[in-house]
């Protein structure tokens, strides 16, 4: 742990020292000292607290603010929170956040830089069935007995509800001047009653067993689940499971056509078909297949960290959740809320969640997919034709 030196402000700061400070934080932290914001990420103080947090496994090293790269061209720097802001929510103290990010590395990282940025703001989050903690939220605000202070859904329609309810404050009400410079796209969402970021996404592709697959076998695209020999070895999800299999297997029948669809189908294990991926990916973890869709690389290299031979692939293209955020009208404190929200939207907030959360953020897309498809309804018809081609 660094030990920070007493200045008595008598003197200013030499350039040799400022120099040495600089050098400390790339030592200690082997971080870029181009860091994702205009905040200090030098300060002995605050290396010595991000060093802890990486001891305690709450945050990696190279997930650290002090390791980020140059944000993306595209991502525009939001405004900055105001020192009024700050100041308010460290009266506040704390933040109860319903997080659709449920998986412990990703909410503990955000957690943890969130609570290093702003330390005497603690970040409460209450993971879970999302689509519970979603129908407590629009109850709570009801009764006027509003419990969770901002919410993070991976759902559209919730979110439209919520601003038509007047359950949550749109975005730019929030971050006043946001989609001044925000894109439009996959990257927000627009409803009639307000509008919403999705800042972070988590595109859905391929893994394989790296201890049957190697070489040029190795697929890259969609279409290479359609080679001969992963004849009897490719495990798959049921189209009609839920929205997000039924537009991943859209997409999947749009990117490589009918008859490599056909393809696709012949070599599915179908019995079983699975309606879930986790008890699918272990089987492929244990060798039972060569090759799996609809993957997310947060699973993949979860699985590969305890040890089994999985190995995600993103293809070029490629759809998933999308995650968007919004402040509760009646938050019990407002403004550690609103400053979450600052945060999560920053480029700091961006490469923590890209990186821990092995996802695709604006600032940040290098782990997702180089165009991401936005979920959308499948249609009835379609789903016939997507079973019809794979021999469902």
Known sequence: MTTRTKDNGSKPLTKMRIALLAATAMVVLGGNAQAASAYDTTDPEYIARANDLVAQGKITKECLPSSATAPNSEYKPIPEPTPELIAAASNEGQLILNAAISDKRSISAIQAAFELRYPKVKLQTATGNSASLEERFLADHAAGNQQADAAITTKIQWIEKAFKEQALLPLDETIPGIFDTWPGGSWKWETKSGSAATPINRPLGIAYNSDLVKGDLIPKQFKDLARPEFKGQLL?????????????????????????????????????????????????????????????????????????????????????????????????????????????????????????????????????????????????????????????
């Open 236 to 392: 798959a999800v049921d189209p009609e499971a839920s929205v997000t299999f039924a537009r991943v297997w859209k997409h999947i029948m749009d990117s490589v056509g009918e008859d490599t669809m056909k393809a696709i189908g012949n070599n599915m294990i179908k019995d079983p078909l699975y309606s879930d991926i986790q008890p699918a990916s272990q089987v492929l973890g244990a060798g039972g297949a060569m090759v799996i869709m609809e993957l997310g690389a947060n699973v993949a290299a979860s699985m590969q960290a305890s040890g089994a031979p999985v190995v995600g692939v993103m293809p070029d293209t490629a759809t998933g959740t999308q995650y968007a955020f919004g402040v509760a009208t009646k938050a019990p404190h407002p403004n550690a809320a609103k400053l979450f929200a600052y945060w999560f939207h920053s480029a700091e907030g961006q490469w923590v969640s890209s990186c821990a959360a092995y996802a695709g953020t604006l600032a940040y897309p290098e782990n997702g997919t180089k165009k991401f498809v936005p979920i959308e309804k499948v249609s009835a018809e379609d789903i016939a034709k997507i079973k019809q081609l794979l021999g469902l």
